[in-house]
């Protein structure tokens, strides 16, 4: 079965859990306790798929087992949209001959695409759920909390996804921007196999080249609107990733995506949303200077409302 997957990721500092739980149940849905899920991800020696911009894993719950493959989609700013084919298994072993011959580059050997598959890492968490009716949408929202294992390497799992499953996409932004108002919470830009195959790699999956330094009237700002729009999210979006993981060069690059944002805002006039919280966003952030302020700000309601806005109105594009 295939579908396009859209889905919001948000990181939550643990202490906002509570408030966000409590949001939620406020709102018409169907609630699913926490139940325990274990992902298994797969690669070649050569991380073949992951050159292809896939990825591959077996999911258990319950003595029930499902094998999926994600194909290359895109993200823009957390927002998550992935072609996505499910195969119901009866053991957890892989069968590649089950998804659709298509979705392989062509001359593909899937016999000797399998056979040279192996374990690279696995997720386990336990996952709460909740199907809530929002706007003219349905949107499932979940709650994982657990980690990512890679030998004896492990990274926590504390994240809310947001996924729609019937309606628009701009609910689900909606209702993000609802959760958000007491902070806490933060676009999250890395899947959980994201964030394996780097623990793999004992690297960081944060790339800070291409940074934009021109702020001033250059050729670029005769580029459509959205356009401008995904670069600056998606560059927002790397840059935080950077401040927060202890990167210098992260501030110093989330100050000139800042810059460009208020000018694109201010071009646009009436039309365009957020430039009193951008001009406030970039003020506070010229002031920041530690570790603790690069959490406070980028956990900060404002901070994640405002993305959401842009994120938003790019949408609307």
């Known amino acids: 079965m295939c579908s396009v997957e859209v889905e ?120 709460e759920k909740w199907v809530v009716n929002y706007g003219q949408s349905e949107i499932e929202v979940v709650l994982d909390q657990g980690e990512i294992r890679a030998g004896k390497k492990t990274s926590p799992i504390c994240e809310f996804e947001l996924e729609l499953k019937t309606g628009q996409v701009s609910d689900v932004l909606s209702l993000a921007d609802k959760l958000a108002l007491q902070g806490g919470l933060r676009l999250a830009n890395s899947s959980k196999a994201a964030r394996g195959y780097a623990l793999i790699r004992e690297t960081s999956s944060i790339n800070l080249a291409g940074v934009k330094t021109e702020v001033s009237e250059t050729p670029e700002w005769q580029q459509p609107l959205s356009v401008l729009l995904t670069d600056i999210l998606e560059q927002w979006q790397q840059q935080e990733e950077g401040w927060l993981a202890g990167i210098n060069a992260g501030k110093a690059g989330l100050e000139k995506v800042l810059k460009r944002a208020v000018l694109l805002v201010e071009k646009q006039g009436e ?7 951008l001009s406030e966003l970039k003020e506070s952030l010229l002031t920041a200077d530690t570790e603790a302020d690069a959490e406070s700000l980028c956990y900060s309601a404002k901070w994640l409302q405002c993305k959401l806005a842009l994120t938003q109105w790019l949408m609307a594009q």
């Open 8 to 127: 919001l990721k948000l990181s939550v500092k643990p202490e906002t859990i509570p408030t966000v739980r409590n949001r939620l149940f406020q709102l018409p849905n169907h609630h699913t306790s926490p139940q325990h899920l274990t992902n298994i991800y797969f690669e070649t020696p050569d991380n073949q798929l992951r050159r292809w911009d896939m990825g591959l894993r077996i999911r258990g719950f319950d003595h029930q087992y499902e094998m999926t493959i994600k194909t290359a989609g895109r993200v823009i700013a957390g927002l998550h949209q992935r072609p996505e084919f499910n195969v119901p298994l009866n053991q957890p072993k892989l069968d590649l001959v089950r998804f659709p011959a298509d979705i392989w580059p062509e001359n593909t050997d899937i016999t000797q695409l399998q056979a040279a598959l192996a374990e690279l890492f696995s997720t386990d968490f336990s996952r």
């Open 271 to 277: 039309t365009a949303p957020a430039l009193g919280l």
